[in-house]
């Protein structure tokens, strides 16, 4: 087999032009797959980085409203038979699979959220949060220092914000050690946070800007859970922070926690339900994973002509090689050889082509890349695909003539010379 292999490379090299010709249509046909699959796998990469976040892999757990987030409303007050998540169901939560934390929280949202001095701060949100809270959302303390036990246990008067607060509130100062009044109580800032997967958006319309630049840009001043009824006088239900194990587990991960919350729930108005970017990125992926289904189909069809060249070259092979052909056969190569010599050919023909193919895809999905502002990504895989379908293609397409040559008679074929 080897020595097969290497006079085959042999022959590939002595007839380079031929060669090259021979195989144009395979190096075309999977060049253009792995061009097309290098774009589609960019831009999967690039969905589920801006809908979901590098790394990010929380997911929200609330209630629901019909189609809408349940918020608090003054007149109507907390809905009935919606316990209070309590530590042991979140204990219950943290145990199912792909979860890696789960913590709970309350969170108001307001344009004048809490002022310093005269200043409001502008699409604000307060949360009141327990010790899990900045473990589990992936936030760290960049300046001063996180809530002591103590203030967790007691509701401490004390605030930590995060960076957009400082920007909005104190102009870029420093907040530690000031007040800022949240419904007229005074809170001290001990620390500042930030949230260790905020990434750099990417719009891609008008309506993506806006609601990005909202949920991004809202300023956030945390504050012990026990300190929630100081402001807001009312127990209200707990909003469900979960962290899956990884990106792919988020849509399971959040739908389990959301159906064990819901076990406690005995309310016909409002359900738990996870509010899962990736579901939405799975669905676009979905779409874009056909799309490149149909195209990659078409662009096989190319392969099909490169097939044919083969078949051609490799008959006409085994016409200038018939003197050969029949003094290996009389000298006793028996047909198996013979035929498995034509095959090694026609295979490791198409494997070059296949090899110069993939190398000419990478090559045109960067330029593409680079002409359309797409992201690049290559797929290992459909490498290894592209290359083991080229091989097939050799042996497929060279059955025939290899089968041609092992069924020459070698009397005739000496004949001939």
């Keep these: 087999m080897l020595e097969n292999i290497l006079s085959s490379l042999r022959g590939i090299w002595s007839h380079k032009l031929r060669s090259f010709l021979t195989i144009l249509g395979v190096i075309i046909g999977i060049a253009a797959i792995i061009a097309i699959v290098s774009i589609v796998e960019g831009t999967n990469r690039r969905l589920e980085r801006s809908l979901v976040g590098s790394g990010n892999n929380v997911i929200t757990v609330a209630l629901s409203q019909g189609e809408y987030n349940w918020e608090y409303d003054f007149s109507g007050g907390t809905p009935a038979g919606v316990p209070v998540v309590t530590e042991a169901v979140l204990d219950q939560v943290r145990a199912l699979d792909g979860v890696e934390a789960a913590t709970g929280y309350r969170t108001r949202r307001s344009w004048n959220a809490a002022y310093y001095l005269d200043r409001p701060l502008n699409n604000g949100e307060i949360t009141g949060i327990s010790d899990s809270y900045f473990t589990t959302m992936q936030y760290s303390v960049t300046m001063g220092r996180g809530f002591t036990a103590e203030e967790y246990a007691r509701g401490a008067k004390v605030a930590i914000v995060d960076e957009n607060a400082v920007t909005n509130l104190f102009d ?7 007040a800022v009044e949240i419904r007229q109580e005074p809170f001290v800032v001990v620390g500042v946070v930030r949230d260790d ?5 990417e719009y891609e319309s008008l309506d993506d800007y806006y609601m990005y630049s909202y949920r991004s840009g809202a300023c956030r001043v945390y504050i012990p859970a026990q300190a929630w009824p100081i402001v807001y006088q009312f127990d209200e239900p707990l909003t469900v922070g979960v962290r899956a194990g990884s990106t792919r587990q988020m849509a399971s991960a959040g739908s389990s926690a959301a159906d064990l919350l819901n076990t406690y729930v005995r309310s016909d108005s409002v359900r738990y339900a996870a509010l899962n970017a990736q579901e939405s990125a799975e669905e676009l992926k979905t779409l874009t994973n056909a799309i490149q289904l149909m195209l990659v189909s078409i662009a096989s069809l190319s392969l099909l002509v490169g097939g044919i060249g083969v078949m051609n070259i490799m008959l006409v092979s085994v016409t200038e090689r018939t003197a050969e052909i029949g003094l290996k056969k009389a000298l006793g190569a028996k047909k198996r050889t013979i035929l498995a010599q034509f095959l090694t050919e026609s295979a490791v023909l198409t494997s070059v082509g296949g090899v110069l193919g993939v190398l000419a895809g990478i090559g045109l999905a960067k330029l593409i890349s680079e002409v359309a502002s797409l992201e ?29 040559a092992a069924r020459l008679d070698p009397i005739e074929a000496l004949r001939r010379e």
């Excluded at 870029?172 to 000031?178: E, N, V, W």
């Excluded at 690049?376 to 895989?381: A, K, R």
């Design 172 to 178: 870029g100062a420093s907040p530690l050690g000031k």
């Design 197 to 201: 997967n905020a990434q750099e958006a």
């Design 376 to 404: 690049f990504g290559i797929s290992v895989p459909w490498i290894i695909i592209s290359v083991a379908f080229s091989m097939f293609i050799g042996v497929l397409f060279g059955a025939m003539p290899a089968s041609r």
